[in-house]
Every structure is written in structure tokens, then in C-alpha cells.
């Protein structure tokens, strides 16, 4: 063992497999990376009262597990992700051995704080390893050596000492103290002349082939290169660790940072050698940072040759552990809101650098019960996908050199992470969390070398263009309209019932740069259509608007398929104050938004949604009509073809209403078309020279013009605007498929 090492700790079993008649511990575990853990097929069977040995997959089931931190105890569940089940009928086994009894659970939780997965290293013969009881207590555990291994089975021995090994030990780890890391599983016992003294557990040789033929090697961790001495870092990083740097001040100091910094115990006396240290700078991703960061304050040249060292070889990682712990807390304390601009802030920071959409906005979650969600429809369940989201952000932007290259004097200019991060401090967080994303930039920048003055320019860009998105953010009043029949209701449809006007329930929620903030009351009573529209109007003027001269506020009315061509927009509010006949859709842009279509196809049509919404600004905008798309399949060839944002529609009525619907399923976010049933429509007509993002005020301008001159502007345009940045309340809607 070098003078770094894994701390103790970290050998103990942190995971117990609870049986679910009894509660009582059916084996132990191991954790594997991003909330995964390693047990044996026979434990996950014993916990669900099933034959031990039974081959059959037990289906879609969760286990009750026990996670056991240094400090405190928590239980989690866990579900079933891989299973290999024991095969006992492959070729030469003996009596008492089999193939697979392999499975691997993912919590469905976050982990406690301070648990790792811990390292792994293949097993070998006459390695001292111990075994620790399912129920995780530190002191029931047993000691063996390891006497034969073949890289499919391992025994260990008690020698003359009974090895009170018991089934709550199997799944758990077999751990080697010399190598401190993790070496095999504990799978069964033996009794040798009546006496328990050894027993057989699976390599960790085995487990990665096993894994690796059933597709799910992605989940172990990664090992690294025993021999990195032929890496091209390797000779210049142990010629700095053997220079001046070894005899300057604080460097027993330095080398105790960098271990706790990176988890690492460390040996009480002496210091690492410098073969040692340039192994763990090249093997442990964040080393060389939390190095530089150790450093920079006594010995700033030799910081800088670190950091030149890195730059030359591709080592990827720019954050030190430290660091990139404190922007994750800083990032995940976002509220929803605040989280929904981050995409938006990252894009305009970067804007040339290739950024996935699905890397910026995450996994969807679908849609579920009244309340907020966060700005792309997603739930955010304990903030876990958008942790982990931030998590792989960071990541990726670590790898981008952004504006990055060194200046002509050879200081460093400013990172594209860094500059990413000025962008969210200034147009996505209240002042004291920008303030604390700010102060967060500027230690990072000093370690890295940045001069103050290259990250006071990226510091006034952002300024700028949070300035330029606040004044381009229109407030908005969002409304939930749906049809409830006629006021006259009852059981049976009669002709009078069916003259009586629609009534709907609505539901109204406000945004004016503070997140939406329900606004309406009881949403349950039907309104008919000039109550609506008093409501609506009555909830744009409760509107703050910071700045009289920005945008108008938006009218977004959230409807399902069938209610996509109600004439809102024509709607007139009733009650004493209405002296001018002002229509809903005149004084004020008014969009339809329709969720329901857009979540039919599931993610799929979800992610191309985010990514159109990202080419709005870029993409050609695309016109069907009768002769271009003269069938369905030919509409579903035109809007595929290209992501294109903006699709305009002027087809013969009896097909506008599937074609609208194939669009707006296609996750086109912004969609014109004419409900009077015009061919060759004026509203179509008119908005054809317009920017994407100037048609809600063009539309708005061309139903004023319909009230001055109804002969001459005959059209009724509506227009669906789908905007992947802006928060959604959540809604109840049912399942399209029922």
C-alpha cells in the first residue's frame, strides 16, 4: 500500500438486502456508480421468498434496502435493472459451484451523503480479505485468505479457525485491505469434515465478463490502467512532482489537501513519491485540479505548469473535487424557475459550442398534478433528474475550451464553463444566489491563472444579455380552458340544450419574470365565454410589468385537440366595465398551447419540441398546402424531413384539423393556420414576411384590423406557440391513448 490509500470505511458493506416477509437482512450488496448496487441473484430470490437457486426473472419488483453512511442509517428502495440468474448446468462445475447468480438493483433514491462505491481489483490467491453480515454492523465480520481462484470461482479459508460464514453474508463484498478495494462477492459456503472453514465467493474478474455478455458493463465502475508510465503526462508530471515543488513550503500539507480533497486516506508519516503522485493525478479524474488548487497560493509557477500540462494532454476534468461539489449545491438550491432558464443562459453563453438538447434539459417526466414544474413539463422528483442533469452539464462543459486558448502573455483566458456559469448568475438567480455563483467564478478563475480583467468582460457580456432577455420576456396570463357543455346540462342532449352557449372551466395562472403563480378560483364553476374573457382580461392587468416599454403581455390559453379552433380570440368580456366592445385576442397577443398532443408520441417527440424551439431563430419556416403535402403521409414527410420551428398551413377544411395535429404531434412548436376555411388565406398571407418571433404581435395587429375592416381582413388566424423555455403549470390531462 502506498501513502495514499482508501479510507477504512469504505470497506465496510454499505448496502443490506432486507427480506420483504420479515424485514430481517437476505444478504448484502455492494454499490456500483450512479445509484446502482451489486448483490447476488440468490439474495434478491431469498428477499422475495423465492427458491434460492430459481433461474425464472422475477419481473418488475422492488427490494427494501438498508444504506449504512459513517454517521447514519437510511433504508431506500431499490428495483430490479440486470439479472443473471444461477446456471448450474453449465459445463465443468463441480458439486458444489455454478455459473452467473449475478443481479444489479438502481435506487430509486439519492444516496446518503459520504457513501462511495467503492474500488474494485481482481482477486488473486493468498490475498487476506474480509467479509462483513448483512445486517452492516461494523464489528460482525470474518476474516479468511484466499486459496485458490481461477478467475471464475474464489475459496478462502478460515485455516484452523471456524469461518462463521452464514447466508446473510452472500452479495457482500470481499475485501482486501492491501489492494483497498473490493475483490469478489461472498456466494456460498462449504463444510469441510463438519466444520465451516471455507467458503466461495465470484471474482471480480467473473463479475465483468458476466456483466459485459449481458450488456450492462457500462454500470461497473471503471478501472483504471495498472501501468500508466507510458502515458505522454506521465515523465513531465513526475518531473514536476520531483522538483522544487516536493521541497516547497506546505508540501506535506499540499499532498494531505489533495488526498481529502479526492476521499484518500493517507499515511501519518513521509510523503507520496513522486511515481505515486503522478499515478493518482492521471488515474483520479479531479486530482490535478484539487493539485493546482493545493498549490497555487505557495507556489503559483508551478501551478501553472500543472495546468499547461493538463491543457497539453487532454486531461479532462477543470474542476477540483471541491469545487465542482459547491457549484452542484449552488445549482441544485435553483428554484424550478430559476432552473428553467439555465438552457437558455448556457446557449447564449456559448453559442457556437455543440450542447445536445437532451444534455441541457434532461430525461422528460411527463405531466401530473396541479402545482409548477420546471421549464421543459418536467416533474422534478426530489430535484433528481435535475441533479443529475446539472451534474452531466458540468461535465461536458468542462471538456469545451470555449474562449479558452491562452492569451498572448500566456495567462489563461476564460473557460467555457466559467463564462456558462456568468450567464446563469446573471439572467437565471435572484441577486444573492448570482452574487454566490459570482464569488464561486472568481476563486475558480484565480487558481486557473484567468486574469481579473478577462472575466470582468465575460461578467459584462452576461449583464448584457440578461438585460436584452428580460426586456424580451413578455409577461404572460396562462389559461386553462376546458369545455364542460352547455349551462343547461342534464343527461339528455335536446335540441334547445344543444342551442344553450358553451361553458367552460377555467384555470389562470400569471408570470410576470417571477415564476407562475395561480390566480384563479374556483376553477370547477362553468363559465360561459364572455365571463372568461373578463377573468383573463382582469388577470393581464394584476400583471407587474417592471418595464412599461417592454413587450405586451401574452395571452397563452392551454387547450386539448378538440378545443384548438374555439374563437377565443373573439370572445368579449361582459359586466359594467364593458363599455369599448374589445375582443380577448386584440389588445393583447393571444397564443393556444396544446400539451396534450405534443406528450402522444412520449419522449421522442418531446426532445425534437426542445430542440426545434432552439432553431427558431435558424430554420427556413416551412408552408404546407394542398399541393405540397396532398395526404397525410406526405405531411409527415414534409415536417420530418428537417426540425424545422415554424410551420405555416393553408389547406382545404376538411384536412386543416389532422394536418394541425400532425404538426403540433411532431413537436413543431410554432403553427399558423386560418380556421375560416379559406383557401389561399389573407391571415396566412400577412404573417408570411415575419419573423418567427414577431408573429403573436403580427397575428394580434391582423384581428385588429379584422374589427376595423371585416371585408377586407376575412381571415381568423390562430396560432400555436409552444415556447421549450417558459414553465407550464401542471395539468391533469388524461392519457391519449384511453
Not at 495514499?4 to 438486502?17: E, L, Q
Not at 383573463?536 to 386539448?560: H, N, Y
Request: charged share 25%; net charge negative.
Amino acid at each position: 500500500m502506498g501513502w495514499f490509500h482508501a479510507h477504512g470505511s469504505s470497506s465496510r458493506p454499505a448496502v443490506s438486502i432486507l427480506a420483504k416477509a420479515d424485514g430481517r437482512p437476505a444478504g448484502a450488496g455492494v454499490l456500483l456508480p450512479r445509484r446502482h448496487l451489486l448483490t447476488c441473484a440468490h439474495v434478491v430470490n431469498s428477499a422475495l421468498g423465492k427458491d434460492m437457486l430459481a433461474p425464472d426473472h422475477p419481473g418488475p419488483i422492488a427490494i427494501s434496502v438498508r444504506l449504512h453512511a459513517p454517521e447514519h442509517t437510511v433504508e431506500a428502495d431499490a428495483e430490479l435493472a440486470v439479472w443473471i440468474p444461477p446456471r448450474t448446468d453449465d459445463g465443468g462445475l463441480g458439486a458444489f459451484e455454478w455459473n452467473g447468480d449475478l443481479a444489479v438493483l438502481r435506487l430509486t433514491g439519492a444516496l446518503p451523503t459520504a457513501v462511495e462505491p467503492p474500488r474494485w481489483h481482481p482477486m488473486a490467491e493468498r490475498q487476506l480479505v474480509r467479509a462483513w453480515h448483512g445486517s452492516g454492523e461494523p464489528g460482525v465480520f470474518a476474516d479468511a485468505e484466499v486459496s485458490e481462484c481461477d478467475g471464475r470461482f474464489g475459496y478462502f479459508d478460515g485455516a484452523e479457525r471456524t469461518l462463521d460464514i452464514e447466508p446473510a453474508y452472500s452479495g457482500g463484498p470481499l475485501w482486501s485491505n492491501e489492494e483497498s478495494a473490493v475483490v469478489g462477492l461472498v456466494t456460498a459456503k462449504l463444510r469441510v469434515r463438519g466444520t465451516l472453514r471455507r467458503a466461495w465467493g465470484i471474482p471480480w474478474q467473473r463479475v465483468t465478463r458476466e456483466l459485459d455478455d449481458a450488456g450492462a458493463g457500462h454500470l461497473l465502475p471503471r478501472q483504471p490502467a495498472e501501468d500508466i508510465r507510458d502515458h505522454p503526462a506521465y515523465g513531465e508530471l513526475v518531473a514536476l512532482l520531483d522538483g522544487p515543488l516536493a521541497l516547497s513550503e506546505g508540501w506535506t500539507r499540499c499532498c494531505r489537501t489533495v488526498a481529502r480533497q479526492c476521499g484518500l486516506g493517507h499515511r501519518a508519516d513521509g510523503l507520496p513519491s513522486a511515481d505515486e503522485f503522478a499515478h493518482l493525478l492521471l488515474t483520479r479524474a479531479r486530482a490535478l485540479p484539487a493539485l493546482v488548487e493545493a498549490v497555487r497560493g505557495t507556489a503559483g509557477p508551478v501551478a501553472d505548469d500543472l495546468l499547461a500540462v493538463g491543457r497539453r494532454h487532454g486531461l479532462p476534468k477543470l474542476l477540483s473535487p471541491g469545487e465542482h461539489e459547491r457549484l452542484l449545491v449552488q445549482l441544485r438550491a435553483l428554484s424550478a424557475t430559476a432552473a428553467a432558464g439555465v438552457p437558455g443562459a448556457v446557449r447564449a453563453a456559448l453559442p457556437l459550442a455543440a450542447l445536445p438538447t437532451a444534455l441541457l434539459t434532461g430525461e422528460d417526466g411527463g405531466h401530473g398534478c396541479d402545482g409548477a414544474v420546471d421549464g421543459h413539463g418536467r416533474h422534478d422528483v426530489n430535484g433528481g433528474q435535475r441533479d443529475e442533469r446539472f451534474e452531466a452539464l458540468i461535465a461536458h462543459l468542462e471538456g469545451l475550451h470555449g474562449d479558452s486558448s491562452p492569451a498572448d502573455d500566456g495567462a489563461m483566458a476564460v473557460p467555457g464553463l466559467l463564462r456558462a456559469v456568468e450567464f446563469v448568475a446573471a439572467g437565471c438567480c435572484p441577486a444573492d444566489q448570482g452574487a454566490a455563483l459570482r464569488r464561486w467564478n472568481a476563486a475558480v478563475a484565480r487558481r486557473l491563472g484567468v486574469h481579473d480583467a478577462a472575466l470582468m468582460d465575460r461578467r459584462h457580456d452576461a449583464g448584457q444579455w440578461a438585460r436584452s432577455a428580460s426586456r424580451g420576456a413578455a409577461p404572460r396570463v396562462v389559461a386553462k380552458l376546458d369545455p364542460c357543455g352547455p349551462a343547461s346540462g342534464g343527461g339528455t342532449t335536446t335540441a334547445a340544450a344543444r342551442e344553450e352557449p358553451e361553458r367552460y372551466r377555467l384555470r389562470l395562472w400569471c408570470d410576470d419574470g417571477d415564476g407562475l403563480r395561480q390566480v384563479s378560483d374556483d376553477s370547477e364553476r362553468p363559465r360561459g365565454a364572455e365571463e372568461v374573457a373578463q377573468e383573463i382580461f382582469a388577470a393581464v392587468g394584476s400583471l407587474r410589468r417592471p418595464d412599461p416599454s417592454g413587450p405586451r403581455p401574452v395571452i397563452e390559453l392551454i387547450v386539448d385537440r378538440d378545443a384548438l379552433e374555439v374563437p377565443v380570440d373573439r370572445w368579449k368580456a361582459a359586466g359594467p366595465g364593458a363599455v369599448l366592445p374589445i375582443r380577448l385576442g386584440t389588445p393583447y397577443p393571444l397564443v393556444v398551447n396544446c400539451p396534450e398532443l405534443r406528450e402522444l408520441n412520449g419522449g421522442t417527440m418531446l426532445d425534437q419540441w426542445r430542440e426545434r424551439w432552439t432553431r427558431l431563430d435558424a430554420e427556413e419556416p416551412l408552408h404546407i398546402d394542398d399541393t405540397t403535402a396532398p395526404d397525410p403521409e406526405a405531411v409527415c414527410g414534409l415536417v420530418m424531413e428537417r426540425l424545422t420551428a415554424r410551420v405555416t398551413i393553408d389547406v382545404a377544411a376538411h384536412r386543416r384539423t389532422g394536418v394541425v395535429q400532425m404538426c403540433l404531434a411532431a413537436g413543431v412548436p410554432v403553427v399558423l393556420w386560418d380556421r375560416s376555411g379559406e383557401p389561399e388565406s389573407p391571415a396566412v398571407r400577412h404573417a408570411a414576411g415575419m419573423s418567427a418571433r414577431e408573429l403573436p404581435e403580427a397575428v394580434r395587429i391582423y384581428r385588429t384590423k379584422t374589427m376595423q375592416r371585416p371585408e377586407e381582413y376575412t381571415g381568423r388566424p390562430v396560432l400555436a406557440w409552444a415556447d421549450a423555455g417558459r414553465a407550464l403549470p401542471r395539468l391533469d390531462l388524461a392519457d391519449p391513448t384511453e
